[in-house]
């Protein structure tokens, strides 16, 4: 079945431990992204990355790294987690080019940051 | 600024009656829009796109009309049963970097 999957999809921590949230597709898709979903703000990208070993900022990149080493995955990294990074995170994934190059989410991953 | 946003925050529909969400854009060199439709607990799912070279397309009980005059969307729902209650997202893609710019969204109640 084609699908983006996250891990963890719930997490609690304390600010400051490190954390990584796992994203993979199976679509072969060269392009990947991150976004939160804050009440009232929606839906607002964080990083994507367009191929392997090539990513970039999107609108909200403070506090959060990522990394593009094989094509299938794109993990989220956050070196030290504040409360206010608490948010429902989605990955998604699609192809470039061509005529309908949707993004597919992953189920979201809740995290509270204590 | 730039902004895809949409024009009702919750839309109430009779089960079997026609919904309507709308939603307006401000760039106009945008070419491409998506909606998407997201339940409770899920990530959202794609439902149905459109090009700026069209006017209109159809799916399955849904349809996408472009009004590019205006910069308005509309997502029409056919026939709209229980299970469409959700919320739902137009969003505009912009080329080459595939960036989506994502409004607010419009929460579709339906009743019996």
């Known amino acids: 079945e084609a699908q983006v999957t996250q891990n963890p999809r719930y997490l609690i921590t304390v600010t400051g431990k490190k954390l990584t949230v796992t994203c993979s597709q199976n679509m072969n898709h060269e392009y990947m992204s991150w976004y939160r979903q804050d009440p009232g703000l929606g839906l607002r990208q964080i990083y994507y990355?367009?191929?392997?070993?090539?990513?970039d900022k999107g609108d909200v990149p403070e506090g959060y790294k990522v990394s593009r080493k094989e094509k299938r995955n794109f993990p989220l990294i956050l070196e030290s987690p504040s409360p206010n990074q608490t948010s429902l995170y989605f990955c998604a994934s699609s192809f470039l080019g061509g005529l309908h190059n949707e993004q597919f989410f992953g189920p979201g991953t809740r995290l509270t940051v204590l | 600024g730039e902004s895809v946003g949409l024009h009702l925050p919750t839309l109430s529909v009779q089960e079997g009656d026609n919904s309507i969400i709308n939603c307006a854009y401000s760039?106009?060199?945008?070419?491409?829009f998506i909606w998407y439709k997201q339940e409770s607990g899920k990530g959202p799912q794609f439902i149905i796109d459109i090009r700026s070279n069209m006017d209109k397309r159809q799916g399955q009980r849904v349809t996408v009309l472009l009004n590019k005059t205006v910069k308005h969307l509309s997502l029409q729902i056919a026939a709209t049963q229980p299970g469409d209650s959700a919320v739902y997202f137009c969003?505009?893609?912009?080329?080459?970097?595939?960036?989506?710019?994502f409004g607010t969204g419009t929460r579709l109640q339906v009743f019996p």
């Open positions: 990355s367009m191929n392997v070993e090539v990513t």
């Open positions: 969003a505009e893609n912009r080329p080459p970097l595939n960036k989506l710019i």
């Open positions: 760039n106009s060199a945008s070419d491409y």
